[in-house]
């Protein structure tokens, strides 16, 4: 009799990946690839697992890099492709025989429609209309959160930065489309034929599913994002916001992390629970775990709309939530506080976090009532004469139920785009939409709350 398997059993596709695995070198103890209801695969604990025990490790001939492709390949395209390019250009017009090496693996890979279905940038341009130039904003509905379309339902932002500074974590789609489209370009130039949906594709799966990658003693490249490499069966580990509290004691801090494409600034508080040390990449619990628990790795500090924007979910709770107030501040300041908000670097990147707004967006809320004089010496440090909490707090809860308002006008605009029986075939993408517009009210709701 054929013998039961566990409701989490991942199918024949991903044992036959497991083995293949394990007779390349990869390591597993004690962890096995498994399907999580909405999560698609994940890593399951098949025994108990101690804090800091070793679950994971794969050997550097096993991972795709770049040193992986043929330089006969490689050097057809241009100079500045990015790695990220690159490596997805490979997967799609790679020699058959240069890629058979990887078929198991890449059999293990969600579907086309998984990414369709869930990531923003491959939606119909009704639902991710977005401030990237040449964009058609004639979409009744700006359907994706502000952070990441760089758009708002209830006011229109545009021409109210009067000065460049670094917006990260704001306009996220179009900076996404932005490396999407740069690569195509790249790539188009030396494979005119090549098939958007497949090259897209493959794109997205180095999207959600590479690592950071250095050598180590090799300086990081200019562009962050050219230090990535995939790395077979640890791309099975699911996302969740773990605590990274201890700052690393680790002299080589930059070289012992690891991450879904993290940003440097945010090393220095990660803990060494995973390391490259230049022939291994290794994986250590960050604390224990019963038998039948899904394991979790930290792909970094992000916020929903980050999660959203960049690997297609995001968390129900999320220790790094954060909204941005820029624009709506911005639009209330003027011309004058602004060019102080920007001579004592203070200007934008104003969030609110479950914990309420930063320190940024109360200096920018003092510089609204406070004398230009009172308002210098309190950001210098030299006095408080003339800061009144409760004017501040006025100011902050202003703009918090202006981004409250614009969850509200942009949720009923979805229930009506839901309710029309035209939107049926996306009905997932707008409930994902709902889903998050409704978080955001929540936080907002919650901290003009707290604040009052
Ligand atoms: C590195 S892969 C992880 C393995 C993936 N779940 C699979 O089925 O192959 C990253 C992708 O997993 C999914 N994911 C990761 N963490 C998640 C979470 N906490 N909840 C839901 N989906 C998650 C997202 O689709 C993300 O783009």
Known sequence: MAQEQPNWWPGEAHEKFTKWAISQGVEASGVSPARFHGRGLGMIAT??????????????????????????????????????????????????????????????????????????????????????????????????????????????????????????????????????????????????????????????????????????????????????????????????????????????????????????????????????????????????????????????????????TEYGFFLDENDYESLYLDDIVFRDLNASQKEELNLQQYYGNYQLTASGACYRTEIAACIKYMTRRNWRNYVLGHSTKGVDARKTESVIRGWVKTYSNEAKTTITALEALRSNEENVPFSSNIDMLLKRWKQIEWLCNNTAEAIS
């Open 47 to 308: 025994r108990g697992i101690e804090k800091g025990e070793l679950i994971l490790s794969v050997p550097l001939q096993v991972m795709l890099t770049t040193d992986s492709i043929p330089l006969s390949f490689a050097t057809r395209f241009a100079d500045d492709i990015s790695v990220h390019g690159l490596l997805a250009a490979f997967l799609t017009h790679g020699e058959p025989k240069d890629l058979e090496k990887y078929d198991l693996w890449r059999l293990s890979w969600p579907m086309h429609q998984e990414f369709k279905d869930s990531m923003p940038i491959l939606w119909p341009q009704s639902l991710r209309t977005s401030n990237t130039k040449n964009n058609d904003i004639s979409s009744p509905t700006i359907c994706l959160p502000p952070s990441i379309s760089g758009l708002w339902n209830s006011f229109q932002n545009g021409a109210q930065f009067q000065y460049e500074y670094d917006r990260d974590h704001q306009d996220l789609l179009p900076k996404q489309e932005k490396r999407l489209l740069d690569a195509w370009d790249r790539v188009l130039a030396v494979f005119p034929d090549t098939d958007w949906d497949t090259y897209s594709y493959y794109w997205l799966i180095v999207n959600t599913r590479s690592f950071y990658y250095l050598m180590p003693g090799i300086q990081p490249p200019e562009d962050r994002n050219d230090a990535m490499a995939l790395v077979p069966f640890a791309d099975y580990f699911n996302h969740s916001d773990v605590a990274v509290s201890e700052p690393v004691s680790c002299h080589l801090w930059k070289e012992c992390f690891w991450s879904f494409r993290i940003s440097f600034d945010i090393l220095r508080y990660i803990k060494c629970d995973v390391n490259f040390d230049g022939t291994r990449y290794t994986f250590r619990a960050t604390k224990s775990y019963d038998k039948g628990e899904e394991i979790y790795m930290s792909y970094g500090p992000h916020s929903n709309d980050f999660l959203f």
